[in-house]
């Protein structure tokens, strides 16, 4: 079975400082990796996903993961962070099955940003 | 398009009563998801419908649970009877092609229960 590991319960960086936020999947397959965002007291946006090809991909909010087959990795990144982007992340496999997919999802990391 | 819909936002209602939670997909797309999220638990998928057959309820914890898909447009968790340790956020989600034709997955806003 897939699971998805967020080393990081919660992470704490300044404003306009670059963040990286960990993910780590185990999957038998190439895996569909996504990272979704969530404010407090909303659903879950999606930030971006990897599907196949470039194994760097950008996503909204000025956010880009980068797909490490070799360390069956998909972290996440932005170079300079904004007060805006304080909310928690989840990293996510998707399996296909049965003509949709599931996704598996980690334990979140809480992002928390001094002005 | 409205995105996903959940119905109520909120509830609060006390043991033993029946709690029912809806949600309305996105037009046109063909899976729905149920999840919850605790603290404790994190995000567990309960249920998966694709065209509104049920394809995977492992994750239903308890009989107390029951999910339906009569139609395209709609699905309903229940929990009967309620208990304290169902307090959580359920999120409804549904499958359709984003840009580029990739199928992505859209939440819905979630509906925060609270069992007294």
């Known amino acids: 079975a897939q699971s998805v590991t967020q080393p990081d319960i919660h992470i704490t960086v300044s404003e306009g400082a670059s963040l990286e936020l960990r993910c780590n999947y185990s999957?038998?397959?190439?895996?569909?990796l996504f990272w979704y965002v969530q404010s407090p007291g909303q659903g879950l946006q999606l930030l971006l996903k990897?599907?196949?090809?470039?194994?760097l991909v950008q996503g909204i909010k000025g956010f880009e993961a980068e797909f490490k087959r070799s360390q069956s990795s998909f972290n996440l990144r932005k170079p300079s962070v904004h007060w805006s982007d304080a909310a928690e992340y989840f990293c996510?496999?998707?399996?296909?099955?049965?003509?949709?997919?599931?996704?598996?999802f980690g334990k979140g990391t809480k992002l928390s940003v001094i002005p | 398009d409205a995105g996903v819909i959940q119905s109520p936002r909120h509830e609060v209602t006390e043991m033993g009563q029946e709690v029912t939670l809806r949600c309305k997909p996105i037009?046109?797309?063909?899976?729905l998801f149920w999840y919850r999220q605790t603290m404790m638990r994190g995000l567990e998928l309960l249920i998966y419908?694709?065209?509104?057959?049920?394809?995977?309820d492992s994750g239903m914890p308890e009989d107390r649970f029951s999910a339906k898909m009569p139609n395209a447009s709609f699905s309903t968790l229940k929990i009967q009877p309620s208990e304290p340790r169902d307090s959580a956020v359920y999120f409804c989600?549904?499958?359709?092609?984003?840009?580029?034709?990739?199928?992505?997955?859209?939440f819905g806003p979630g509906t925060r229960l609270t069992v007294t």
């Open positions: 996510a496999v998707g399996v296909l099955r049965a003509g949709s997919y599931q996704l598996t």
């Open positions: 999957y038998g397959a190439t895996p569909y």
């Open positions: 990897y599907f196949s090809g470039d194994t």
């Open positions: 037009s046109g797309h063909n899976s």
């Open positions: 419908f694709n065209n509104n057959v049920p394809i995977d």
């Open positions: 989600a549904s499958i359709g092609r984003g840009l580029a034709g990739v199928y992505e997955q859209y």
